[in-house]
């Protein structure tokens, strides 16, 4: 298994324009976790799914963030348009059970400028 | 509101000394832990985990400990190792939600 797979690894950006992250779930995971990790907070989680169903999106910062999961598998996370404050490493990650924790993709550094 | 926090940004040891990383947690609910490593360019990785019926958990080099009534959990490393300097992520999961909340993060560094 090739692990969450994240894409793309850096995206450079300017203000005003649309941004899409993209995440690829290990094969028999049912949760989706999309994180934004910054200096000051550490891992804020955003939004999560279960059986590709929103769980909880109380933590997209507003409504400029939006995200999908269109199959079991994949989802993705939009910004549109993008801030400079949206800079950050954004992970998703996926679980099978609370209690053998998450697997965590590699990250996408967004830089918007 | 950080429900699970780690005050300490960083924290530096010599190799082969105990490295005591320390997280607080304000959700009572919280019944499950666990600490996550990053490496640089990379996502967390799972590291230990403790529920909240035990008050220890040991695997190798690395111990968690749980205070409940102080809602206080430490991750202990000993003997430290240079191939531990990483940050350290605290995480929290209860009551009826799936999803995990982590804190700030702790910069280990251990210097040969």
């Known amino acids: 298994d090739a692990g969450v797979i994240q894409s793309p690894r850096h995206e450079v950006t300017e203000m005003g324009q649309e941004v899409t992250l993209r995440c690829k779930l290990i094969?028999?995971?049912?949760?989706l976790f999309w994180y934004r990790q910054t200096m000051m907070r550490g891992l804020e989680l955003l939004i999560y799914?279960?059986?590709?169903?929103?769980?909880?999106d109380s933590g997209m910062p507003e409504d400029r963030f939006s995200a999908k999961m269109p199959n079991a598998s994949f989802s993705t996370l939009k910004i549109q348009p993008s801030e400079p404050r949206d800079s950050a490493v954004y992970f998703c990650?996926?679980?099978?059970?609370?209690?053998?924790?998450?697997?965590f993709g590699s990250g996408t550094r967004l830089t918007v400028v | 509101d950080q429900q699970v926090k780690q005050n300490s940004p960083s924290l530096s040891v010599q190799e082969g000394r105990i490295s005591i990383l320390n997280c607080d947690y304000t959700?009572?609910?919280?019944?499950?832990f666990l600490w996550y490593k990053k490496y640089p360019a990379e996502g967390p990785t799972f590291l230990i985990s403790?529920?909240?019926?035990?008050d220890k958990n040991e695997d190798g080099r690395f111990t968690v400990f749980l205070n409940k009534s102080a809602k206080h959990l430490s991750l202990h490393i000993v003997p430290s190792q240079p191939g531990d300097s990483a940050v350290y992520f605290c995480?929290?999961?209860?009551?009826?939600?799936?999803?995990?909340?982590f804190g700030a993060g702790t910069r280990l560094t251990v210097k040969p």
């Open positions: 995480a929290a999961l209860g009551g009826n939600n799936n999803d995990m909340r």
């Open positions: 959700n009572s609910m919280f019944d499950y």
């Open positions: 403790i529920s909240s019926i035990k």
């Open positions: 990650a996926s679980s099978k059970d609370r209690l053998w924790g998450y697997t």
């Open positions: 799914f279960n059986n590709n169903v929103p769980i909880d």
């Open positions: 094969s028999g995971h049912n949760s």
